[in-house]
């Protein structure tokens, strides 16, 4: 961990910045964390273990989340309310369940749409 420190921004991988990131927003406490694309450039693993962090955090610390992302399976796992936006405009907003299960509008019918696409299955009619 003390050799992590001294290194510079390029030194570290995708996930150790981001994890280090994180670290830092807890460390302060903040009442609010802003995580924009917090698993995008990341593999698999790496994206597993910061959507586990950003879990628990949530769970102990409760601070508030914006989440930024176009990852339906990120959105999926942490989110609670999602306001989907096109042009800079949210075009759509509600509960992640309803959602996922009826979106009305064309952006989101196509986010979930791809999402699902990734699991062989389709968004019902």
């Known amino acids: ?3 992590v420190l001294k290194l510079y921004p390029f030194e570290m991988s995708g996930g ?4 280090m990131m994180i670290a830092m927003a807890v460390l302060c406490e903040s009442p609010f964390i802003i995580a924009d694309e917090p698993t995008t450039d990341l593999d698999v ?3 597993a273990r910061i959507l586990d962090l950003l879990e628990s955090i949530m ?3 409760a601070p508030g989340m914006l989440l930024v992302t176009h990852d339906m399976g990120v959105v ?3 989110a609670d309310d999602v306001a989907v936006m096109s042009d800079g405009k949210i075009v759509e907003q509600g509960d992640v369940e309803t959602l996922f299960n009826a979106p009305k509008h064309t952006v989101t019918r196509s986010l979930v749409s791809a999402h699902l696409a990734l699991y062989g299955m389709e968004l019902a009619s």
């Open 1 to 3: 961990a003390a050799r």
């Open 16 to 19: 150790m910045l981001q994890r």
């Open 45 to 47: 693993v790496a994206q």
């Open 59 to 61: 769970q102990k610390q």
């Open 76 to 78: 999926a796992r942490l």
